[in-house]
């Protein structure tokens, strides 16, 4: 080769170099910069995301069309693209939160995976660098959480093993009291896990197996549509703050099902191959913001749009309850669910705000409620407590409520001052003494509106079910399903609900909570007005009585041989309605 034509590839080299540093100095900018953004309002953070996935598809391809020459010439390591893959990963698992679509989370997925089985981390325990060891345990964190939303349960497993020979490894080498926090973290995996597997539904061959309880098409029975029926659940907010529950991540378990449960599973069609452009990905996926497609045949083919709030104070929840409002289209309605410790007042007489005078809701850490405290306590309202009255200017727009917490029946009286649908479901104030020590394992009343087989078997100390017995088991939910689903419309129900069973999800909400009450009732064990569930328009008896529903609930009990928790139906009749 002449010194020209090696000059000219050197040129060709250099300017490789130079590009390829110049797009991993961009795309490390931009992803810093999606950190600085507001994390409610949906078009800021769109445009830019779009820019940052831009930049990180270019590298990505980049690299791999000039793998040798950067390999060779600039030194480019192994882990270096394993952490280009973690951040596409991390950036498709971002847009999943702030979509609710779960393709974004199968491309999380595919990343994470296949940093895993390239072995782009390996080196990384030899080079002396403390950071990127820390990069490496970020990584392990990240992929436990998608795999856990996936239910990808073995390679939770194996990941969490992996985890722990590493974090040994990390204390070992560079830093023992931050072993102590990553081992934390693993203790919180380890106890999410065990939390979360409330029933054993096991193979005939004794495999478990995994049972999914995101909506599919047949998981909401139709209805007759109607102009009352017109409403679509848009905006979703997640609240979760109860201190006594299992956690991971900034997810407790009552967030982690209630996130599932406000979402549809994608056809195995649409979930791409790893190799595949990001980008492209990005843009053949329904919730793109240029994708202007929202129904399919009549059906809704995008979940809503979700934000995750852990522990936030009043003034952050309030700051992204008035954004989602902010967003609803005309037709739009939004959901607030609430799992959370309540603040309990003495109930007076003559309470001057039946809005505030009544007690309220911890969000955020009791730790910031008792820094409030001060020699006027009992004159004025907690700072850090969530009130009904702070919610009544949100009720201008259709506003679905669920309320999972020991002080929910506050919420019963909330005025409706404006000409706006709202309906509020609110969970038994307290359990039956035998229920009271499985808090840990998330509430009762947010599993059954997740998986209403779950809590049935919960309830009727069932631990193990052959797939055979679930299936079976199954089918009788479906049918009082069904059956609700037509009763609804012929019962005294208030056209407030009617304004909402139109949309597929807010419609399993309701017909999951007429189960839950209906299955309350019967039970022997919840005898007391507190142990049982609340909503606002109240639910008719002749809806909630109705012996068709009744019969399903037993035979369903039949079914699984636990009748003998479940009082006769002829003898269950209508709680009693104290404090009211």
């Not at 096991?202 to 049972?211: F, R």
């Amino acid at each position: 080769m002449g010194r020209m034509e090696r000059s000219a590839l050197e040129e060709h080299e250099r300017k490789i170099i130079i590009e390829f540093c110049h797009l991993l100095e961009k795309s490390k900018q931009l992803f810093n910069g999606l950190r600085e953004l507001p994390q409610y309002g949906h078009k800021q953070w769109h445009s830019y995301f779009g820019r940052t996935f831009d930049v990180y598809t270019k590298l990505w391809k980049f690299q791999q069309q000039h793998r040798a020459i950067l390999d060779t010439k600039y030194g480019l390591k192994r882990w270096q693209i394993g952490e280009i893959a973690s951040k596409i990963g991390q950036l498709y698992y971002h847009f999943y939160l702030r979509t609710s679509e779960t393709a974004y989370l199968h491309e999380a997925y595919a990343f994470y995976h296949a940093i895993r089985g390239r072995c782009y981390y390996t080196q990384a325990s030899k080079e002396d660098k403390c950071e990127l060891m820390v990069k490496k345990l970020r990584y392990y964190a990240r992929f436990i959480v998608v795999c856990l939303l996936l239910k990808k349960i073995k390679i939770v497993r194996d990941l969490i093993k992996e985890l722990d020979k590493q974090i040994i490894e990390y204390g070992n080498t560079y830093d023992p009291d931050d072993q102590v926090e990553w081992t934390v973290v693993v203790d919180e995996v380890k106890a999410f896990l065990q939390a979360e597997s409330v029933i054993a539904v096991i193979h005939s061959d004794g495999v478990p197996a995994i049972v999914f309880n995101r909506l599919s098409p047949n998981a909401s029975p139709p209805i007759e549509r109607s102009p009352q029926t017109s409403l679509i659940l848009h905006e979703a907010l997640i609240i979760g703050s109860s201190s006594q529950q299992v956690k991971f991540s900034e997810l407790t378990m009552d967030m982690f099902r209630m996130l599932q449960t406000l979402e549809r599973e994608i056809p195995i069609e649409m979930q791409h191959a790893y190799e595949d452009s990001p980008r492209q990905r990005y843009l053949s996926t329904p919730n793109n913001p240029t994708n202007k497609g929202y129904l399919e045949n009549g059906h809704r083919c995008e979940n809503p749009h979700k934000y995750l709030l852990f522990k936030p104070s009043p003034s952050q929840l309030l700051v992204y309850l008035a954004s989602g409002c902010n967003e609803l289209p005309h037709t739009g309605a939004l959901l607030l669910y609430i799992s959370a410790d309540g603040q309990s007042l003495q109930p007076s007489r003559n309470p001057e705000d039946v809005g505030y005078d009544a007690g309220g809701l911890i969000t955020t850490s009791k730790t910031d409620i008792y820094k409030e405290c001060n020699k006027e306590k009992s004159k004025y309202r907690e700072l850090q407590c969530l009130y009904p009255g702070d919610l009544v200017p949100f009720t201008r727009r259709p506003l679905f409520m669920i309320i999972d917490s020991d002080n929910s029946f506050i919420f019963q009286n909330m005025p409706r001052h404006f000409s706006q649908p709202l309906v509020i479901l609110m969970s038994p104030m307290e359990l039956p003494s035998p229920f009271q020590d499985r808090r840990p394992q998330g509430s009762l009343f947010t599993l059954f509106l997740h998986a209403p087989l779950t809590a049935f078997c919960y309830i009727s100390d069932v631990h193990t079910l052959s797939v055979s017995l679930w299936d079976r088991a199954a089918m009788y939910i479906d049918a009082f399903m069904n059956e609700a689903a037509q009763l609804f419309p012929r019962s005294r129900v208030d056209m407030t609900y009617m304004s909402f069973i139109g949309d597929d999800f807010l419609r399993a909400l309701v017909l999951r909570f007429v189960f839950c009450e209906v299955t309350l009732r019967l039970h022997r064990a919840f005898r007391a007005r507190t142990h049982l569930t609340r909503s606002s328009p109240p639910l008719p008896d002749d809806l909630l009585d109705h012996p068709s529903l009744i019969q399903i609930v037993m035979d369903l009990a039949s079914h699984l041989q636990v009748r003998s928790h479940f009082q006769e139906a002829n003898a269950a009749g209508p709680p009693p309605q104290k404090d009211q």
